[in-house]
Every structure is written in structure tokens, then in C-alpha cells.
């Protein structure tokens, strides 16, 4: 089992940052593959940025060149690093894992994820 914990979002103006960070207990074979997704009022879910065990970080095309996701696979832990924010970047962010290998932001994005966070509110004043 793998219980995944998310540090607190925030409220923060246009422009600027945040950085969300998720924490794993449990078998470092149940996240293979760490993800961020993110829900909008009244809107899917969707897929922000994924990134596998010793594979290449990937992006959504809305969030490329603005957010950056990392992960500590000793400290089992993954970040997002959201900057010029915007306001439609408001939403809940949930942290996600897989022992699956996801090895591209398609087959991400596509993927089935075993394990979730509680979600943490991150909300882009204009």
C-alpha cells in the first residue's frame, strides 16, 4: 500500500508561484509513476504533469514553460513547480501514483493511477 500526502496549496495572485509537494509512504514500487492532476470547478480532470522512475518529466501544453515537475525517488516524494500563474490554473490539485511505468505524457495521460492524494486548493486571484 501507498498512502500519498499533499502539502497545503494556496491563494496567490496572477503571476505568481507555488510549489505543491506530495509525499509517499509505503513500497517505492507503487509509484513507478508520480503524476499531478488538477480539477477545475465544473470542469474534467485532467493531467498536468507526469513523471516515471528514471524517465523524462512531461507537461500538459497549457502548463509547458510555466510548470515543472521533479521527483526524489531516495525521499520518495514529487513537486510542482507552478509559476506565472493564472487564473484558470484554479483548481484542486491531487498528487497520483502508479506502480505502472508510464513512459510519455499520452500514455499518462490515458493511464490508471492506484493511489491518490487528499487534494489541496489552489486558487489564482486576477
Known amino acids: 500500500q501507498v498512502q500519498l500526502v499533499e502539502a497545503a496549496g494556496g491563494l496567490v495572485p496572477a503571476g505568481g508561484s507555488l510549489r505543491l509537494a506530495c509525499a509517499a509512504s509505503g513500497r517505492a514500487f507503487g509509484t513507478n509513476t508520480m503524476c499531478w492532476f488538477r480539477q477545475g470547478t465544473g470542469k474534467a480532470r485532467e493531467l498536468v504533469a507526469a513523471?516515471?522512475?528514471?524517465?523524462?518529466?512531461s507537461h500538459a501544453v497549457s502548463v509547458k514553460g510555466r510548470f515543472t515537475i521533479s521527483r526524489d525517488n531516495a525521499e520518495n516524494t514529487v513537486c510542482l513547480q507552478t509559476n506565472s500563474l493564472k487564473p484558470e490554473d484554479t483548481g484542486v490539485y491531487y498528487c497520483?501514483?502508479?506502480?505502472?511505468?508510464?513512459?510519455?505524457?499520452?500514455?499518462?495521460?490515458?493511464?490508471?493511477?492506484?493511489?491518490w492524494g487528499q487534494g489541496t486548493q489552489v486558487t489564482v486571484s486576477s
Open positions: 497520483a501514483a502508479t506502480s505502472r511505468y508510464y513512459g510519455s505524457f499520452a500514455i499518462a495521460r490515458g493511464g490508471l493511477y492506484d493511489y
Open positions: 513523471a516515471a522512475r528514471d524517465g523524462s518529466p
